[in-house]
């Protein structure tokens, strides 16, 4: 039996641990993008939705995710890759209780909350694995039912939920609003598409 998964059933698990090597010695996620730290623009984007909790995975970033409603639990070893702090999140959320994860990146600013509800309501229930995409390439933010937790806790490295992602349905976006700032040069297109 498929059920609707409602915001308010889901843990929103935020990945901030990135190392940003590919940005030099700056952090990302604080660099100005109109008036505020990169990484806030997903939050404020996102805080109106009723999620059961907010999860913040974050490794050395000053920001204070907690101030804006998230729990934040340190990712001790970014180094592992994207599938170290996807682990800690969803070991945190199925202590929680929750019928399902959505996981986002907080260096995708324009992310937006009808983009989310939209995956909620391509999901099918538990089993559901919901991915974003351009057209072209999956990415996230990407939905996981409780049923898929098991299979998220066993990844490894950097390839994170990939194949997972790969092989689940998918939901396009324009391609400027799933836009990820890894180096420098992202971070100024970015600034051009205002």
Same mark, same amino acid.
């Given at each position: 039996?498929?059920?609707?998964?409602?915001?308010?059933?889901?843990?929103?698990?935020?990945?901030? *641990?990135?190392?940003?090597?590919?940005?030099?010695?700056?952090?990302?996620?604080?660099?100005?993008?109109?008036?505020?730290?990169?990484?806030?623009?997903?939050?404020?984007?996102?805080?109106?939705?009723?999620?059961?909790?907010?999860?913040?995975?974050?490794?050395?970033?000053?920001? =204070?995710?907690?101030?804006?409603?998230?729990?934040?639990?340190?990712?001790? =070893?970014?180094?592992?890759?994207?599938?170290?702090?996807?682990?800690?999140?969803?070991?945190?959320?199925?202590?929680?209780?929750?019928?399902?994860?959505?996981?986002?990146?907080?260096?995708?600013?324009?992310?937006?909350?009808?983009?989310?509800?939209?995956?909620?309501?391509?999901?099918?229930?538990?089993?559901?694995?919901?991915?974003?995409?351009?057209?072209?390439?999956?990415?996230?933010?990407?939905?996981?039912? *409780?049923?898929?937790?098991?299979?998220?806790?066993?990844?490894?490295?950097?390839?994170?939920?990939?194949?997972?992602?790969?092989?689940?349905?998918?939901?396009?976006?324009?391609?400027?609003?799933?836009?990820?700032?890894?180096?420098?040069?992202?971070?100024?297109?970015?600034?051009?598409?205002?």
């Amino acid at each position: 039996m498929s059920a609707v998964l409602t915001p308010d059933r889901c843990v929103l698990i935020l990945l901030a *641990a990135g190392r940003s090597v590919r940005f030099g010695d700056l952090d990302k996620l604080q660099q100005d993008f109109l008036g505020k730290p990169l990484a806030f623009h997903v939050v404020t984007a996102l805080e109106a939705m009723p999620f059961k909790a907010r999860l913040a995975i974050c490794s050395g970033s000053d920001l =204070d995710f907690a101030s804006r409603g998230y729990r934040v639990i340190h990712n001790d =070893d970014p180094g592992d890759g994207m599938s170290g702090s996807v682990k800690l999140g969803v070991a945190a959320a199925r202590e929680i209780g929750c019928d399902a994860v959505v996981i986002a990146l907080a260096d995708m600013p324009r992310v937006t909350a009808t983009h989310i509800y939209r995956l909620l309501e391509a999901a099918s229930g538990r089993d559901a694995v919901i991915a974003s995409s351009n057209g072209v390439h999956p990415t996230p933010p990407a939905v996981f039912g *409780a049923d898929q937790f098991e299979a998220l806790l066993t990844l490894e490295g950097e390839e994170g939920a990939r194949a997972m992602v790969r092989a689940g349905r998918h939901v396009i976006a324009p391609e400027a609003e799933l836009l990820d700032v890894d180096r420098p040069e992202d971070l100024e297109r970015l600034r051009s598409l205002r």
